[in-house]
């Protein structure tokens, strides 16, 4: 509307006030139209929406509060400054009129300097909304941007895991990851660190949203499984073969280069997991990220590690490597707190007791279908709001020279064997 006059409404049943306020507007510039009534006035509103009306309070028919209710229900592209054109000066007959939506009030009969200045209240106010309107348009606009953006980096961040399940001739690794928003903090993944020796791991930066994400990316170039000579897990020895570093020097080295490369406040916790595909002689260091979970091919369920400290988070954090034996139908199960944390309506948590019961549970299932059944009972537990990013990851040994899926005892009456819920290295 900048640029061109305003559109005035003239609505009263008296000819010749509207006349004379006509007149007065007219010379003002103002582009004006006029009703003799309030039904007449609802058709012009529905044709060609007026930036003002003014409306007298007493007319025969419907009364000006009357109109100004159906005025601010009518459908338009902008608001419209109503004005009642009255006689009443009590409070109550003022508090009436408010309520019917009315924006202004001028005593009758109308002076020209106070009906001028009035106008001028209602065109900054309406300038002011139509800026806020274009304001909030560019906005939009934007965040369609963001949004059609955010989409894309959704996709190149699932790309990070490619494969979600890979078969060895000893073990199968699968991998689930599930951010809460576009983008996520998360990632699990593998590697390979020879012929022998399988990489597990899992990561969760702390925050949300974009900043979470693009750590997360840089952190995923730490754990190539492309490039093994940019993989801060794999060295090569004098002899040029390839060999895994010791998990906690790994945690240790990464702590390091974050603090001192890294000029964030972001920290991320770590679950990473060295195995021996013949022996199934595992070792993992654990920094922040939620317990691992061993579960024997009995159904016993053991939480491992002892906790210790994120990565990048204090200077000179120390970390320890624990060890673990996988026997044949043995699995080691890796979650984020996406998992752990996920609270039900009463604020409780998947904790280690409600987490094993699940493995319990689902003992019989292998693969990408338990991660999937995991995530579901989550959902079901959290009732849809999971707050937080999900991602899991498992290696089920079947030990050297077997390609069988691993299989649970079941008692006689459908049960697996019970679960021995521990904690500790």
């Not at 990632?187 to 949203?209: A, C, K, T």
Request: negative net charge; proline residues 4%.
């Amino acid at each position: 509307m900048a640029g061109t006059a305003r559109h005035v409404l003239v609505v009263d049943d008296s000819r010749m006030q509207r006349r004379i306020l006509s007149a007065q507007l007219s010379r003002s510039g103002y582009q004006v139209s006029e009703a003799e009534s309030a039904e007449e006035a609802i058709a012009i509103c529905a044709q060609c929406e007026p930036d003002i009306v003014i409306s007298d309070w007493m007319m025969s028919g419907m009364s000006g509060p009357e109109f100004c209710r159906i005025f601010r229900d009518l459908p338009r592209r902008s608001y419209g400054y109503f004005i009642l054109l009255t006689t009443k000066a009590e409070k109550k007959d003022v508090t009436r009129g408010l309520e019917s939506g009315a924006d202004d009030f001028l005593s009758k009969p109308v002076n020209g300097e106070e009906l001028r200045a009035r106008l001028s209240a209602g065109t900054r106010i309406l300038k002011m909304q139509e800026e806020l309107t274009e304001k909030n348009r560019l906005l939009r606009a934007a965040q369609e941007v963001i949004d059609r953006d955010l989409q894309e980096a959704r996709k190149l961040q699932q790309s990070l895991v490619r494969v979600r399940h890979a078969q060895f001739e000893a073990a199968e690794v699968s991998l689930l990851l599930r951010p809460a928003g576009h983008v996520g903090g998360d990632l699990v993944g593998y590697f390979p660190i020879n012929e022998r020796r399988v990489g597990l791991y899992g990561i969760d930066v702390s925050g949300h949203g974009i900043t979470s994400a693009l750590m997360m990316a840089r952190i995923a170039g730490y754990f190539s499984a492309a490039t093994p000579s940019q993989n801060l897990a794999i060295y090569r020895n004098a002899q040029g073969e390839l060999r895994g570093r010791r998990p906690a020097d790994l945690a240790r080295h990464l702590n390091e280069l974050v603090l001192s490369e890294m000029n964030t406040e972001t920290y991320f916790t770590l679950i990473y997991a060295d195995i021996d595909l013949r022996t199934g002689k595992a070792e993992l260091v654990q920094a922040g990220h939620p317990y691992p979970v061993l579960q024997r091919r009995n159904g016993t369920v053991e939480f491992l590690g002892e906790g210790g400290l994120p990565i990048g988070l204090i200077e000179g954090a120390t970390y320890e490597t624990f060890t673990v034996q996988l026997t044949p139908g043995d699995r080691l199960v890796l979650v984020s707190d996406g998992i752990t944390e996920a609270c039900d309506r009463d604020g409780e948590m998947i904790d280690q007791t409600r987490l094993a019961r699940m493995l319990r549970k689902f003992s019989g299932i292998a693969g990408p279908a338990l991660l999937d059944a995991i995530y579901r009972e989550t959902e079901q537990f959290a009732e849809g709001e999971i707050a937080d990013d999900v991602s899991a990851g498992v290696l089920e040994f079947h030990g050297p020279g077997s390609t069988a899926r691993r299989s649970v005892l079941v008692s006689d009456n459908g049960e697996c064997d019970p679960i021995a819920e521990t904690t500790g290295g």
